[in-house]
C-alpha cells in the first residue's frame, strides 16, 4: 500500500525570529508584460509575480484529485503543476507518480491500465478517510475544473502530443496551460496546435537557452532557482520567453530565496508553499495592514484543527490571532478540542471530560485529516501558549475552563496583554474580578446591546455578529475604545465581504480561510479606501 513521508520541518515551522522578510524589487513594467499577453489571469488585477503550486495542495488533499486543484484556485494562487500520463488505452490522466499503488488503493503501473479499470480506483482513502471514494483526475475533467479558474502546468510523462492538444482546444483551456515536456514533445505540440498552446523546456544555463534557433522560441522555460538574475530574465524578455523559477527543495524554498528571484525579474515561482509565498509577497510592501487577522481553529484548512502543526502553519501565514478552543481533562488539564466528544478530530471516541491527560496524549489527532499528519496529538493548552509567546495572539474560546484557571495560565505564560478571551457574559463579568487585566470579549448580536455590555463588563473587543456590521456600529464601539472582531464563517466568507468590512473600519476578521482576507488587504493596499458603506 501507498507510503507517505511526513513534511520534514520548512522555514514556517521555524520561529519568526528565524524567518527573514526582504523587500521584492519588482522592474516596473517588466515582469508581468508577458504573462499578461499570453495567459489567463485568474486575478484582477494581476500579481506582478505569480506563483505555480508544486502538485497542488500537497499535505491538505491527495494530489491529482480534484481537491488538489480546487483548493488551490480558492486560494487564488494562479497555476497548479500537474504530471499527465497515458493509459494503456490512450487516455490522458493526472497521476504524479507512474505506480498506482502510490496513488490509490490499485497497483500496478498506470501504463498498464484501463482508463475504465483506473477511474474504479479510490485515490483518498489512503490520505484519509474524509476523501473515501475519491477518483483520479482524467486530464478531461481537470480542464473543466480548472477553466475560469486556475491555470495549468502540464508536465508530459508520458502523452499523445496531438491527442493532448485536440483535448485542450476541445476545452477552451488554450490559455490557461502550458505544456512542459522534452524538445520533441514540445514541437509536437507546437505544430499541431499551431503555435496557439503555450510550451515550456527545463533550461538548466543560460547556454541552453541560447542553443534554441530564433525561429523557434520557447513560450517559457522552467529554471533552477539559482540560474534566476536579472541578466538572464532580461535575455528570456527580448525572446518573449516566460520564465518560472524552481524554489522547491527544502534548503531553498523560503522567503529568502523568493525575494532573490523576484528581484531577478522572474514570471512566476514554483514552490511548495504557495500560499506563504503570496502572504510574504504581500507583507514585504512594508504597508501597515488595514486589519488584522484571526485564524479559527489556528490554518484547520491546511492542518487538523487545534494542533501543533496548524498553530504553527498559522503563524507563517501571519496571523495576529490563533483561535483556539480548550478544554478540560477528567483530571482538570486544559487541552486543544473544539468539540466535547473526542470522534470527529481524533480516533477515539467519547467525551474528553471522561479521560485523563494522559490517555488524551496517546490520541492521534492528525490521520483524520490527512496522512502527513498521521502520529499528531492533541496539545494541552500550556504547550500552545508556549508556541505563541511572543509570536501571535490567542483569541481563547474558553469553553470548558474555570476563568481562575484561565488568568492563572495567561499570566504564567506571559500571554494576558497579548490574549482575548470569549466567553458568555457572566463568565466574563467573573474573570474581570479575578484579573482586570485579561482583555474580554463578549457576544455582540443586537446593536442596542452596546451600551449595557460595554458598561458591565468593560470589554477590550466586542464579537460583533456579522449581518450587524455597520459604520455606525463600529463607530460606537471605537469611540468607548472597543475593538471590533467578527467570525466572517460560510456565507460572508468572500474577499468582497471583507474589502466591505476593511472599509467600515473593522479591527479583526476571524476566517477559515485566511488568504481571501490576505487578498481583500491586498486589494486594500493597491487602491484608496472606498466610501463609506452602503
Known amino acids: 500500500m501507498r507510503k507517505s513521508k511526513r513534511r520534514s520541518l520548512a522555514w514556517w515551522a521555524l520561529p519568526v525570529s528565524a524567518v527573514v522578510f526582504l523587500a521584492p524589487v519588482v522592474p516596473a513594467g517588466e515582469v508581468s508584460a508577458v504573462v499578461r499577453s499570453k495567459f489567463f489571469e485568474p486575478l484582477k488585477p494581476p500579481r506582478p509575480v505569480q506563483v505555480t503550486a508544486h502538485g497542488g495542495a500537497r499535505g491538505t488533499a491527495p494530489q491529482s484529485t480534484p481537491s488538489s486543484i480546487l483548493i488551490c484556485a480558492d486560494d487564488g494562487i ?20 507512474p505506480k498506482l499503488e502510490n496513488l490509490s488503493d490499485g497497483s500496478g503501473e498506470v501504463a498498464s491500465r484501463t482508463l475504465a ?6 485515490a483518498g482513502s489512503w490520505f484519509a478517510r474524509r476523501y473515501e471514494g475519491v477518483r483520479l483526475l482524467t486530464l478531461r475533467r481537470a480542464l473543466a475544473l480548472s477553466k475560469g479558474r486556475i491555470n495549468l502546468r502540464l508536465e508530459c510523462a508520458q502523452v499523445d502530443p496531438e491527442s493532448l492538444v485536440d483535448e485542450i482546444k476541445r476545452a477552451g483551456m488554450i490559455r490557461q496551460v502550458i505544456v ?7 514541437a509536437r505540440v507546437r505544430a499541431a496546435s499551431a503555435g496557439q498552446i503555450a510550451v515550456m523546456e527545463r533550461c538548466g544555463s543560460r547556454a541552453d537557452l541560447e542553443s534554441r534557433p530564433r525561429r523557434t522560441p520557447l513560450d517559457a522555460v522552467e529554471i533552477p532557482a539559482r540560474l534566476a538574475t536579472s541578466d538572464f530574465c532580461r535575455a528570456c524578455r527580448e525572446r518573449g520567453t516566460w520564465v518560472e523559477a524552481d524554489a522547491t527543495g527544502r534548503d531553498q524554498d523560503r522567503p529568502e530565496t523568493w525575494s532573490r ?27 501597515a ?20 502543526p496548524t498553530i504553527e502553519r498559522a503563524i507563517a501565514l501571519g496571523a495576529d490571532y490563533i483561535e483556539l478552543d480548550i478544554r478540560r481533562s477528567r483530571d482538570g488539564v486544559c487541552m486543544l478540542l473544539h468539540d466535547a ?3 470527529r478530530t481524533s480516533n477515539a471516541r467519547g467525551s474528553i471530560s471522561d479521560q485523563n491527560a494522559d490517555d488524551l496524549a496517546r490520541v492521534d489527532a492528525g490521520s483524520w485529516f490527512g496522512q502527513p499528519f498521521k502520529g499528531t496529538r492533541i496539545p494541552t493548552f500550556e504547550q500552545a501558549l508556549t508556541a505563541l509567546s511572543g509570536r501571535c495572539g490567542l483569541y481563547l474560546d474558553a469553553k470548558s475552563i474555570p476563568p481562575e484557571q484561565v488568568a492563572e495560565l495567561l499570566r504564567r505564560h506571559n500571554m494576558t496583554r497579548r490574549s482575548v478571551v470569549f466567553q458568555s457574559p457572566s463568565y466574563l463579568t ?10 474580554r470579549m463578549p457576544s455582540l448580536n443586537d446593536p442596542r446591546d452596546l451600551d449595557k455590555l460595554a458598561d458591565e463588563i468593560k470589554p477590550y473587543a466586542f ?6 456590521l455597520s459604520k455606525d456600529l463600529i463607530d460606537r464601539c471605537h469611540a468607548r475604545g472597543i475593538l471590533v472582531f467578527s467570525d466572517a464563517l460560510g456565507y460572508y466568507e468572500t474577499v468582497e465581504a471583507y474589502m466591505r468590512a476593511i472599509d467600515l473600519g473593522i479591527d479583526v476578521i476571524q476566517t477559515d480561510h485566511p488568504l481571501r482576507v490576505w487578498r481583500a488587504i491586498e486589494l486594500r493596499l493597491s487602491r484608496p479606501v472606498a466610501p463609506e458603506a452602503r
Not at 78 to 97: C, Y
Not at 180 to 186: F, I, N
Not at 261 to 283: H, K, M, R
Open 78 to 97: 494562479e497555476w497548479v503543476a500537474v504530471t499527465v500520463r497515458l493509459t494503456r488505452d490512450g487516455a490522458h490522466v493526472l497521476a504524479h507518480d
Open 117 to 122: 479499470e483506473i477511474e474504479q480506483l479510490d
Open 180 to 186: 512542459l515536456g522534452d524538445a520533441d514533445t514540445t
Open 261 to 287: 528571484l523576484v528581484a531577478a525579474g522572474v514570471n512566476c515561482v514554483l514552490t511548495d508553499f504557495p500560499q506563504e509565498f503570496i502572504v510574504w509577497s504581500i507583507q514585504s510592501r512594508g504597508a
Open 289 to 308: 495592514r488595514p486589519v488584522q487577522i484571526s485564524f479559527h481553529r489556528a490554518a484547520s484548512r491546511y492542518a487538523p484543527e487545534n494542533t501543533m
Open 341 to 343: 466528544r473526542l470522534n
Open 430 to 439: 467573573r474573570l474581570r474580578s479575578i484579573d482586570p487585566e485579561v482583555r
Open 463 to 468: 464579537d460583533a455578529n456579522w449581518a450587524i
